[in-house]
């Protein structure tokens, strides 16, 4: 099983921002799209944001322009920039490569 890390998560306040990144070895960073998710409790897990290795990039209509994901293959790590959050964001936030998962992070949103 790869080891994927996610970090940055944390508690902020609606409209504010915060940046997850996403480790992972170069074997998959450099050969697969990745993707973010985020699930809350008693529900599915649902896609965030994708992108491909050549940076093509795909959101689920909820985040289009708030969210942005970003990879840097110089330190083989996602990213997923979140601005304007919104109560309804809070969630655990996984990282995905091919059949990996991280742990997850997780985004409170709250005043």
């Known amino acids: 099983q790869v080891q994927l890390v996610e970090s940055g998560g944390g508690l902020v306040q609606p409209g504010g921002s915060l940046r997850l990144s996403c480790a992972a070895p170069g074997s998959i960073f450099r050969f697969y799209a990745m993707d973010w998710y985020r699930q809350t409790p008693g529900k599915q897990r649902e896609l965030v944001a994708s992108i491909t290795r050549d940076g093509s990039t795909n959101y689920a209509d909820s985040m289009k322009g708030r969210f942005t994901i970003s990879r840097d293959g110089a330190k083989d790590t996602l990213y997923l920039q979140m601005n304007d959050l919104k109560p309804e964001d809070t969630a655990v936030y996984y990282c995905?490569?091919?059949?990996?998962w991280g742990k997850g992070t997780l985004v409170t949103v709250s005043s």
């Open positions: 995905h490569a091919e059949t990996n």
